[in-house]
T-cell receptor, first 114, second 111 residues
């Protein structure tokens, strides 16, 4: 089954404790992206990757890091989480740049930072 | 930065009626437009894309695009309670590297 898998789905952590949200897709997609969704603000892009070893900032990259060492994986790293990073996070992928508008989303990871 | 505007709703329609969802965008150069549906507690899923002026139909869904007015809409005919969800309008950013999403319109279909 074609899918984008995120883990963990739910996480409560404390300020400053480093965490990683993993994302993996099994569709051989080149493009991957992270979004956060907040009430009243909608979906906003954090980082994206056009292909292996090619990543770039989205609209709200502060406080986040990413890497793309393998085509299928695109982890989101919060080095020192803060309460304003409490949000619902989505990983998404698409076949390639030409298909960037047709995104497949993971199930989401709800993060609470205390 | 492109902006995408939608009425947040909720838009309430009775079962069997036509639901009309509207979206405006700020960048006149935008070429590609998308409608995503998001059920409560779930992830967004693509339901329609439209690239040319006019209408595009897919089953009960019709997307309409008017580039001169910078307006895109989604019509849902014969609305069903299962259509109750938040509908997100999206357009490409200027670099073509990301979708810019509207904040979504919540649709409620009552039986």
């Amino acid at each position: 089954e074609a899918q984008v898998t995120q883990n963990p789905r739910y996480l409560i952590t404390v300020t400053g404790k480093k965490l990683t949200v993993t994302c993996s897709q099994n569709m051989n997609h080149e493009y991957m992206s992270w979004y956060r969704q907040d009430p009243g603000l909608g979906l906003r892009q954090i980082y994206y990757s056009m292909n292996v070893e090619v990543t770039d900032k989205g609209d709200v990259p502060e406080g986040y890091k990413v890497s793309r060492k393998e085509k299928r994986n695109f982890p989101l790293i919060l080095e020192s989480p803060s309460p304003n990073q409490t949000s619902l996070y989505f990983c998404a992928s698409s076949l390639n740049r030409a298909n960037t508008g047709e995104l497949f989303f993971g199930e989401g990871s709800r993060l609470t930072v205390l | 930065q492109k902006e995408v505007e939608q009425n947040s709703g909720p838009l309430s329609v009775p079962e069997g009626a036509i639901a009309s969802l509207n979206c405006t965008y700020s960048d006149r150069g935008s070429q590609s437009f998308f409608w995503y549906r998001q059920y409560s507690g779930k992830s967004p899923e693509l339901i329609m894309s439209i690239y040319s002026n006019g209408d595009k139909e897919d089953g009960r869904f019709t997307a309409q695009l008017n580039k001169a007015s910078q307006y895109v809409s989604l019509l849902i005919r014969d609305s069903q309670p299962s259509d109750s969800a938040t509908y997100l309008c999206a357009v490409f950013n200027q670099a073509g590297t990301a979708l810019i999403f509207g904040k979504g319109t919540t649709l409620s279909v009552s039986s």
